[in-house]
């Protein structure tokens, strides 16, 4: 078990320490599987950023219920309710955010998330999301979820094209992946003094633009500062990459990254490959007690 008191010994005022889970849609059972070792093994953080399917994990992580994540990965997702051509015809998305994160999540849900014990973590939770009218990032905090409405995190996980925008007061909001796809310089310019960030591609790789381009012409008559920073995704997530690496080398940052994701991108429904991300998610996150 960790104690970050033990660590934190020495210090003039108490040492940050933060996880970024960066999601990456059914991948991000790689991070789920992270999450579970570490209430495994008791390793807390004092500051969790999470982007897409990352904030949802790290949800079900500082409201203590391990193993909640898994479920949602290798049972719901294969469910014509989660995500269904039948749900885009009907409703224009794809991904049906409010049987997510709304109808198993809510407290009467089949499988409910701990929303008093989430709030009461005394923990810092960043959930990144796109403004989409902007095109600039939106940072969501734990105060902005409250019971049986997890907005934030349907803001976080709303991949344009695939899904119509998630609206908050009146804002639209697209994923946090398209302004700030890994933002570890949000959680060092917090405070943090280490952070982990899990990614779920492997370390080595870099985004091609060419694909993001394609998706933003679809974006740019409706929504066209999302458009922009969408087709600029690439070069965000590797400018944040190569910062990750450049802060690994001082010590300030352990990169948690699969070696292998079995062919999966970020919809693929194959129950094989989310489970080996899941056993990976498990054997990887062993490093990070010995860089704490």
Excluded: W
Aim: some cysteine; proline content about 4%.
């Amino acid at each position: 078990m960790i104690d970050m008191a033990l660590y934190r010994t020495g210090h003039e005022e108490a040492a940050m320490i933060g996880i970024i889970d960066v999601g990456g849609g059914l991948r991000g059972i790689y991070g789920a599987g992270v999450l579970d070792y570490c209430m495994d093994n008791g390793i807390s953080f004092d500051y969790c950023a999470g982007v897409s399917a990352g904030a949802a994990n790290l949800c079900s992580y500082l409201a203590g219920q391990r193993g909640r994540n898994y479920h949602f990965y290798t049972e719901y997702a294969f469910r014509k309710e989660y995500m269904s051509l039948k749900s885009f015809l009907k409703s224009g998305s794809y991904i049906n955010l409010e049987y997510v994160y709304g109808t198993l999540s809510n407290r009467d849900g089949e499988n409910p998330l701990d929303y008093e014990a989430m709030k009461n973590c005394g923990k810092i939770f960043k959930i990144v999301a796109t403004n989409a009218r902007t095109g600039r990032p939106k940072y969501f905090n734990l105060k902005d979820l409250k019971q049986d409405d997890y907005g934030p995190v349907k803001a976080s996980s709303c991949v344009p094209i695939v899904n119509r925008p998630y609206v908050i007061g009146g804002v639209p909001y697209f994923d946090g992946g398209l302004t700030d796809p890994i933002p570890v310089r949000k959680a060092l310019k917090d405070g943090c003094e280490k952070v982990v960030v899990v990614l779920t591609r492997p370390v080595d790789f870099y985004r091609n633009p060419k694909k993001d381009v394609r998706m933003a012409r679809l974006l740019l008559k409706s929504y066209p500062n999302s458009a922009r920073a969408l087709a600029r995704r690439s070069a965000y997530y590797n400018r944040s990459l190569e910062l990750c690496k450049e802060y690994q080398r001082d010590g300030k940052v352990l990169i948690v990254a699969p070696a292998d994701i079995g062919g999966m991108s970020t919809l693929t429904r194959n129950q094989e490959a989310i489970e080996m991300m899941y056993r990976e998610g498990l054997k990887d996150a062993r490093a990070i007690e010995s860089f704490l």
